[in-house]
């Protein structure tokens, strides 16, 4: 097969990068771990969960957040005090001063996660007012769940499509109902005791013009690009395969559905999902003699919450770097993964308020399509803008 020019031309195409390399707005990690950020100072007045989530100072002082010896940042449900019937338990939200714009990527690495009857634990993302911003669940599982739960939560319109690639499996595809469009994990040890038992893991967020896409690998199998990044340095995600979930921007138009976010980290009880009867009786009915939630874990000593707690080796914010070249034609065809280019902080501001939205973290899903996958569709449109032009 001989190769006309506009063969070369197009195969060219093909090979142009798509975005896959990232350059690091922030680290929070160590001392610094919780330097930035809000934390709640109310009861769940969100997912009706029955703790109340302490204010900096409380939670400090009762040492419910904080950075262990092995420089990991600790963030718990109360586990020592006797909580009498009809009052709440203390625990933890926190919400980053910073926002995060389309363009960026979050890489989170973790020794623990909570898990146990009643917890309800969930690191994800949000925009300012819900659901109108948008919402993103990275971490999200309940009671004695052995897997982890992806999700988004938009307003209508925003779908996972068919078709997808993706290793993880298909919940709900419409975001904007009831528990979101659901993705769960296929791969082993995504939470719960088996997560903490292979060393942790890793979960990596791309929030792109091009799509939503989360992936996660246990300890064992974390990629060399992760292996050898440190708080400084740039990362290539070219080599981290098919996400877990994916979302792409044909099912749902990111800048249209998704603002700047916020990462949150929040451990609740029971509440609107944990707590519901028919779900929680079907896993652990047999943590107590009443068959209710709050009953049978909230009140009492505290004992039951031992593994409650979340544990950070380090949570990373990346922004895309430079655009890749595209050419003028195929850039101006295609609003191509080019244009996430710059997206970053839309503003330190450390604004003190953010008592984040009326956000209903009720869901849990996810979709997929690597990013190669994702770019590589993307370039074969331009491709074919491009055999139009000539
Ligand atoms: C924090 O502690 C103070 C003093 O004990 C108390 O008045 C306040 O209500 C606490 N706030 C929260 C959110 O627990
Ligand atoms: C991070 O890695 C880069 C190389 O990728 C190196 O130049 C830099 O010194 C490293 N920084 C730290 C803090 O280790
Ligand atoms: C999303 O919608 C905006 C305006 O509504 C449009 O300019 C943009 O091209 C769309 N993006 C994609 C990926 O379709
Ligand atoms: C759970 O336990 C309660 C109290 O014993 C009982 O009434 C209820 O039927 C049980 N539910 C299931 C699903 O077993
Ligand atoms: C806490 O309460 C449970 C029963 O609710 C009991 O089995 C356990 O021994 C208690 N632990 C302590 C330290 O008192
Ligand atoms: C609370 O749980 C931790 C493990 O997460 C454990 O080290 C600690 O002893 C527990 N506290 C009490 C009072 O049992
Ligand atoms: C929840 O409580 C916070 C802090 O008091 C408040 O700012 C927010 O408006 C409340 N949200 C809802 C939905 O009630």
Request: charged residues 10%; aromatic residues 12%; glycine residues 10%.
């Amino acid at each position: 097969m001989h190769t006309t020019p506009r063969r070369a031309l197009l195969a060219a195409l093909y090979l142009l990068p798509a975005v896959t390399s990232y350059d690091v707005v922030r680290e929070y990690s160590g001392n610094s771990f919780f330097d930035r950020w809000d934390f709640y100072g109310s009861y769940d007045n969100l997912t009706l969960g029955d703790v109340w989530w302490l204010d900096q100072p409380n939670a400090t002082q009762q040492g419910l957040a904080y950075v262990d010896g092995n420089g990991r940042a600790v963030m718990r449900v109360d586990n020592t005090t006797n909580v009498p019937w009809n009052y709440k338990r203390n625990s933890i939200r926190i919400t980053s001063q910073d926002f995060y714009d389309v363009g960026s990527l979050w890489v989170i690495d973790l020794t623990h996660i909570p898990y146990g009857c009643s917890v309800w634990p969930a690191f994800w993302t949000k925009g300012p007012l819900w659901p109108n911003d948008g919402e993103i669940d990275i971490i999200e599982a309940i009671n004695l769940e052995d897997h982890n739960q992806y999700a988004l939560h938009t307003t209508g319109g925003c779908v996972r499509p068919e078709g997808t690639v993706q290793t993880g499996a298909l919940g709900p595809t419409d975001c904007s109902l009831g528990s979101g469009c659901v993705v769960s994990e296929t791969k082993p040890n995504s939470y719960s005791s088996g997560f903490t038992q292979m060393g942790g893991g890793v979960y990596a967020t791309q929030f792109d013009v091009a799509g939503i896409f989360i992936w996660f690998w246990s300890r064992a199998d974390v990629p060399q690009s992760l292996l050898q990044a440190n708080s400084t340095s740039s990362i290539d995600i070219s080599q981290w395969g098919i996400p877990s979930a994916s979302y792409p921007a044909s099912g749902c138009n990111i800048t249209n559905y998704f603002t700047s976010q916020q990462l949150v980290f929040d451990i609740t009880l029971c509440g609107d999902w944990a707590g519901v009867p028919s779900i929680y009786q079907a896993a652990c009915n047999a943590s107590g003699p009443t068959g209710i939630c709050y009953n049978d874990n909230v009140v009492g000593n505290g004992s039951n919450y031992d593994e409650a707690y979340f544990e950070v080796n380090y949570l990373r914010a990346y922004t895309t770097t430079a655009a890749p070249a595209a050419t003028p034609s195929a850039s101006q065809g295609v609003s191509v993964p080019v244009i996430s280019a710059t997206g970053s902080l839309a503003g330190p501001t450390g604004i003190n308020t953010s008592p984040n939205g009326a956000g209903t973290k009720g869901g849990n899903g996810a979709v997929t399509l690597g990013s190669s996958v994702v770019a590589a569709g993307l370039v074969a449109a331009a491709s074919f803008v491009l055999v139009l032009l000539l």
